[in-house]
């Protein structure tokens, strides 16, 4: 069973700066990266790696963002610049390995709140 180790959020005031953490159980992965849900919403990607590409980033991120990703470490490092209101949310890390027969499995981490008050 994969773990995700997530670090980092809280609460910081609009044009702050926070910075989330993740650490995978795991050796080889297809991608890694951040998404998140705000209330009502449905979860979206933040930001993520593949393992022989750059990052991708969601629309809404517009150059705030800077996804770190070691490979060789299985871990991510997500700076979030510029914070807005509109980022406030649970932030998940997810990681999707192939599995032995095809396909991709997607693997969770418990969340981590972001808070950005106005």
């Known amino acids: 069973q994969v773990q995700l180790v997530e670090s980092g959020g809280g609460m910081v005031q609009a044009g702050g700066s926070l910075t989330l953490r993740c650490n995978a159980s795991?050796?080889?992965?297809?991608?890694m990266g951040w998404y998140r849900q705000a209330p009502g919403k449905e979860r979206e990607l933040v930001a993520s790696?593949?393992?022989?590409?750059?990052?991708e980033y969601g629309d809404f991120v517009k150059g705030r963002f800077v996804l770190f990703g070691d490979v060789a470490k299985s871990r991510v490092t997500l700076q979030m610049n510029g914070l807005r209101s509109e980022d406030t949310g649970v932030y998940y890390c997810n990681v999707k390995v192939a599995e032995m027969y095809g396909g991709l499995r997607d693997y969770w981490g418990q969340g981590t709140q972001v808070t950005v008050s106005a």
């Open positions: 790696i593949v393992v022989d590409g750059g990052p």
């Open positions: 795991v050796s080889v992965f297809s991608r």
